[in-house]
C-alpha cells in the first residue's frame, strides 16, 4: 500500500539491524565491508508521528529478513541536513518527514522515498528494489510504452509514493486519458493514490486528498479502495484538526469494513479521540 498521511497504530518496537553508530559515515564504512546498501531514515526525534511510523517500518520485526540486507542508520534531519540537500536538490522545503534513502557503499543515491509507507508497502518496495525494480527501470519502461494503461499507472504510482508529484501527477492525468471509460479497472487505485499523495505530501492540499477519497467512496462504493478511502479519509480529518467529522467517519467507516486490520486502527483511533483531548492526540500524548 501506498503512502499514508495519519496517525498510525504504535506497534510494538523492535530494533532488527540496526547501525549502532547514528553517523553516516559510520554507516557508509559497515556498508562497504558488508557489502550492502545503506538504508538511512530522515526523521525528527521529536515527531512522534514519525516514531509511529518507524514501527511500522524500520523497526518492524516483521521485515527482519528484508532489513537485514541493509545497513538501516537513522539520522536526524537538522544534524545532515545538508546530507539530505544532497539527496533532494530540487526540493525547497524538506517536509514532510520521514525521509528514506538508499545508497550503495559509496553514498551514491539509489532511491528515495519521501513521507511514509505503511508495513506492506514498504516491504513491497524493498522487494522491488532487492530484485532490481528501480526509477531507472520504471523510466524506461514507460519510454518503451507511454500510452499503456498499465505501465501508466504503474510508473504515476511509483512516484507519487516516493512524492514526486512533477512527474506522478502528469502520469495519473495521462491514465485517465488513455483509458478514459476505465477498461483497465486501474481508476479507483489510482484516486486513491492520489488521495494519499495529497495527505502525505501536500499538507496545503489535504482537501484535494478529501476529495479524491469521496471520488473513490462514491464513484467505487463496492471495492477495497472503497473502504481503504473511508478509513484514510477520517485520518485525514483527523491530521487536518477536523476531529467532528474525523470522529463520524471513523463510525462510519467501523459500520461498514470487513477489514480487521483497518477495523483495530479505526477503533484505537475513535478510542483516542473519545478519552483524549484531540490536541494531545496529534502531537502524541495520547497512547
Known amino acids: 500500500m501506498p503512502a499514508v498521511f495519519c496517525v498510525a497504530i504504535l506497534l510494538a518496537f523492535f530494533v532488527v539491524s540496526v547501525c549502532a553508530q547514528s553517523e553516516w559515515e559510520n554507516a557508509i564504512k559497515k556498508a562497504k565491508s558488508e557489502r550492502k546498501y ?12 514519525c516514531q509511529r511510523y518507524s514501527a511500522q517500518t524500520i523497526d518492524n520485526p516483521q521485515l527482519s529478513s528484508l532489513l537485514k540486507r541493509f545497513v538501516v542508520v537513522k539520522l536526524n534531519p537538522e544534524k545532515e541536513k545538508q546530507k539530505l540537500k544532497e539527496f533532494l536538490p530540487k526540493r ?38 532487492l530484485a532490481g525494480k528501480r526509477t531507472d527501470t520504471v523510466e524506461r519502461r514507460l519510454k518503451a510504452n507511454p500510452n499503456d494503461p498499465e505501465t501508466v ?49 501536500k499538507a496545503k492540499l489535504a482537501h ?7 471520488e473513490v467512496i462514491n464513484r467505487f462504493p463496492n471495492t477495497k479502495e472503497a473502504e481503504e478511502a473511508r478509513f484514510y479519509l477520517a485520518v485525514t480529518h483527523l491530521a487536518l484538526g477536523q476531529d467532528k467529522e474525523s470522529k463520524e467517519a471513523l463510525k462510519d467507516f467501523l459500520r461498514t469494513s470487513k477489514s480487521e486490520k483497518l477495523r483495530q486502527q479505526a477503533q484505537k483511533l475513535l478510542r483516542f479521540l473519545e478519552t483524549h483531548p484531540p490536541a494531545d492526540l496529534r502531537k502524541g500524548e495520547g497512547n
Request: proline fraction near 5%.
Open 153 to 201: 499507472y504503474e510508473a504515476a504510482v511509483w512516484f507519487l509514493e516516493r512524492g514526486d508529484g512533477r512527474r506522478g501527477l502528469p502520469l495519473a492525468e495521462r491514465l485517465f486519458k488513455v483509458d478514459p471509460k476505465n477498461q483497465k479497472g486501474f481508476h479507483a487505485s489510482m484516486r486513491l493514490h492520489l488521495g494519499l499523495y495529497f495527505a502525505t505530501h
Open 92 to 129: 525547497g522545503e524538506l517536509s514532510p518527514l520521514p525521509i528514506i534513502v538508499i545508497t550503495d557503499s559509496e553514498g551514491k543515491l539509489a532511491d528515495l522515498i519521501v513521507g511514509h509507507l505503511n508495513a506492506d508497502a514498504f516491504a513491497a518496495f524493498l522487494r522491488a528494489f
Open 38 to 49: 545503506v538504508l538511512a531514515y530522515f526523521s525528527d526525534p521529536n515527531c512522534f508521528t
Open 208 to 214: 484535494r486528498a478529501i476529495e479524491e477519497f469521496r
